[in-house]
């Protein structure tokens, strides 16, 4: 008589394929929050509106994969882990599509939103035009600031979300439910 519940559990030291997958997403989206941070602190790059927005993902990615790996290593069961992963990959997807959007903004593919790619609005009298004009820094979602081999930051960051939503994805399957 063989104890299939043995042999199925990874052996002492080495970790699930779920844990292995939310630790990994949750530290590629830290990873990338702090090279946003950095380019913004120390380079001075300062981000767009969509920049911002871009970033809300991997602030909802490192808590939600620490919380699936302490899950998965706890024995929670493989239905909420599995759920847990689904909402990384989904949340890594939706980030890959405004991504796709920032880029094409930078293109010049389509129109952006109107708070960073249209007209400065309205700046009072003329008599204080000129100190309205100094205090007023708008950064524009349709211009880039940093390129590398050719990609924008937006474009980096369309590779970096598929490539969480992947992990999160091969977690998943390796999670039965």
């Known amino acids: 008589m063989t104890n299939t519940s043995v042999m199925a559990r990874p052996a002492a030291g080495v970790m699930s394929p779920a844990v292995t997958a939310a630790l990994l997403a949750a530290g590629i989206a830290a990873a990338t929050l702090a090279g946003a941070w950095y380019m913004q602190l120390v380079w001075g790059l300062q981000p767009c509106e969509l920049c911002l927005k871009q970033r809300w993902a991997y602030y909802a990615i490192v808590p939600l994969g620490l919380l699936i790996a302490l899950a998965a290593r706890g024995g929670a069961p493989r239905g909420l882990v599995w759920c847990g992963l ?20 930078e293109w010049g593919f389509w129109q952006g939103p109107t708070e960073c790619t249209g007209p400065v609005g309205n700046l009072g009298s003329a008599g204080t035009l000129l100190d309205r004009l100094d205090s007023v820094k708008v950064v524009r979602c349709d211009e880039v600031q940093f390129r590398f081999l050719g990609l924008s930051l937006a474009g980096y960051s369309v590779l970096i979300s598929l490539f969480i939503a992947a992990v999160a994805s091969w977690g998943m399957t390796r999670t039965r439910t």
Do not use: F
């Open 86 to 105: 689904g909402l990384v990959a989904l949340a890594a997807l939706g980030n890959a599509g405004l991504g796709v959007y920032h880029s094409g903004v």
